[in-house]
């Protein structure tokens, strides 16, 4: 049971958390319980440490932002004990959880389940660990980078081969469109791990893309629902453990993308890659890459990136044209512009989807800017005052809020 | 180099603490520093531990009261880094500082060293350590009490026998009494082991009893002295080296204080120990004990204690009675008083200064309720009405604001 920032930001909800966990062990099981810090504490840590330099040393990073979920972890375990449960509280190197060095964004390589097993067999009935967090080989603090509590928690549940990994959090579940912009949006009982997969990517921020790599490489079952309701949540699975094989799963959107098109680039082999090339030097997410048929030797090649990307990235562009790693004419910014997305593992199977989704969006009189598909998905950049009415255009035409399908 | 919680409450101050580190480096020290938790945020810890259950989980108080000293440590560690001085933090369970497994005051067994002094081998210049934390041999986190960071500090100077052991707070060293009560109080150059340990324990708030019995044993020169001001601290250092030996170095005063009067009880073997074995059982912290002459088989026990232990101390003994362990008439508190103090290893070797004492509270109508004396030092309970007036007129009557001796 993974309990997030909202879900234990303070006493109260973390007394909540902890009835959650009681219902489990009343239930006769034993559970690992994995806690973020409480809500807004670690952005408070990463706050202190931008200010005292932006060049920090990540394994400092490391040691102060993780001590958040120690807190949580300590105190979850005393609120356990009040209920008289047996309880306790683990950090990381305590497991221990080694990780690669990569501090900040650190790897899980292994978790050693003696020591909480041997806890269990003499009567533990929660384990609380820190979440997002681990040692290195240097036995120094690592963090896991965004996510990184849902990573733990997935791992955990892995390694210890349980039944479960329940994801709490403040929203009920997955939807098939974001529910502020289509009012008709429908909660999914279950969702395929591949279009979960797509849905994270593509900005569903419920879970993000590496737990559920995780889970699917092991076939954990996540559960993901809210610790503020009651409702049912999203069961995150196998296709063939899903019943509503419909063909289209949900409509995700990325609002502030950026597309960037770079203008005549002589169309030879190796361009493309110096050009990706000296974006990935700067750390820029290149995610969409179009390009245009070549005519007399030159090509146009649009990527788009994150907004917040573009000016980074326009900048390596020109200092590679300077250097002369690269040779184009010109760059052009389209800053406003966003991303539609629809996912469903049975566009495997059926054709007509794309063609379709062009239509819903034609008709509308909204321009397709780029478009870029994978076998479970259609993306789409559209400018970004349309992207309401495209999320919503494509979730009533292709009939998403309609539940033909009874769930398991 | 040990910096307090108000010696590092913010960036900035963590910046000035920074600097002295610097002063040092620069003059080719390599530097461990010992750092508390910013100002005020153990106490947040400790007061949402309390408001889970009184009866809470030392081990998981720990694990989460001992994170405010991870933050410091590494923030610290990344303002040197930024100075261009090579520094890294190191958690308890890093070191390894090994303690007992008395949670919230535990005693230090070790310290390894191979771990710090390899990398001060490779270059390192500052270690930065977590104070006031270790590990017990269940590997779980330990705290060593108030006061906790001095011992941390004194104790690794002591293992890696350092030169010195700064002590930085936010005052500027050891006086001959508060100089809040006494205006013409004078600070001390140099004040010996022994006289710091009565005065520790008396009152004096700067230096905790246990860090200076620890720096006594290794014999590490201690100088406390502020990070708030460039005036020179105080050196506590054997009595040897120091040169002011005058009979009296200080006057102490603990305000809060309670006597306690046990009256009619059967003076025979035995009894004492059972009062004070019940008094001791409830944690309660008893300082001066005097026994009246027997009369007829009977006697009375006067004691003190701080004035929050004395309600429980009353039912703790009503108990007693009650369960027939202790046999008495009856129970008078007096919690109206205050404890004054002179101490100075001068009175070894100088008679007369008990009723020096004596003579000046008489002459300005102060009633002496409980004497106590130890070696090198005198003690008594009076009226808290009284308490400035007493220490000013000893203060003055033993001349300790005329700076006789030049320091060395």
Chains 1, 2 share one sequence.
Not at 238 to 255: C, L, Q, V
Not at 260 to 265: A, G, N
Not at 375 to 383: F, N, P, R, T, Y
Request: hydrophobic residues 40%; neutral net charge.
């Amino acid at each position: 049971m993974k309990f997030g920032g909202t879900s234990v930001a303070n006493l109260e909800r973390m007394r909540v958390a902890a009835s959650y966990v009681k219902e489990e062990v009343d239930r006769g099981n034993e559970v690992i319980v994995i806690v973020s810090a409480m809500a807004g504490e670690t952005n408070k840590l990463v706050e202190t440490v931008n200010s005292v330099s932006p060049y920090f040393d990540a394994r400092e990073y490391d040691a102060v932002v993780s001590s958040g979920e120690n807190v949580t972890a300590g105190i979850l375990a005393l609120i356990l004990q009040d209920m008289r449960i047996p309880a306790r509280s683990w950090q990381g190197w305590q497991v221990p959880i080694t990780t690669t060095s990569s501090h900040s964004s650190a790897q899980i390589m292994d978790i050693a389940t003696d020591n909480l097993n041997a806890k269990f067999q003499e009567g533990l009935k929660v384990a609380v660990v820190a979440g997002f967090q681990g040692i290195s080989q240097e036995n120094r603090t690592t963090t896991l980078g965004r996510g990184g509590s849902d990573l733990t928690a997935v791992a955990f549940a892995a390694k210890f081969d349980c039944e479960r990994c329940d994801i709490f959090t403040d929203v009920d579940g997955i939807y098939t469109a974001d529910p502020r912009i289509v009012f008709k949006a429908r909660k999914l009982n279950r969702i395929a791990y591949d279009e979960m997969l797509e849905l994270a990517s593509l900005g569903a921020k419920v879970l993000q893309t590496r737990s559920v790599q995780m889970a699917m490489a092991h076939q954990v079952p996540v559960y993901v629902r809210s610790s503020f309701s009651r409702k049912p949540g999203t069961l995150v699975c196998n296709e063939d453990e899903k019943m509503e094989n419909r063909t289209i799963s949900g409509i995700a959107h990325s609002r502030d993308e950026a597309k960037i098109s770079i203008i005549s680039v002589a169309d030879r082999p190796g361009v493309a890659a110096t050009i990706f090339g000296a974006l990935s030097d700067k750390g820029i997410n290149v995610d969409m890459i179009v390009q245009n048929i070549s005519e007399s030797g030159r090509t146009d090649i649009t990527f788009s990136c994150p907004i917040e990307h573009a000016p980074i990235a326009k900048k390596s562009l020109l200092d590679a044209k300077k250097d002369n790693l690269a040779n184009f004419k010109d760059i052009v910014l389209d800053l406003e512009v966003c991303k539609v997305s629809v996912v469903g593992i049975g566009m495997r199977s059926q054709s007509g989807v794309a063609a379709k989704m062009f239509a819903i969006l034609a008709n509308e009189g909204i321009n397709i800017k780029v478009i870029s598909t994978s076998e479970i998905k259609i993306s789409v950049l559209v400018d970004r005052k349309y992207m309401e009415l495209a999320v919503q255009a494509l979730h009533d035409k292709f009939e998403l809020h309609a539940n033909r399908i009874t769930p398991k």
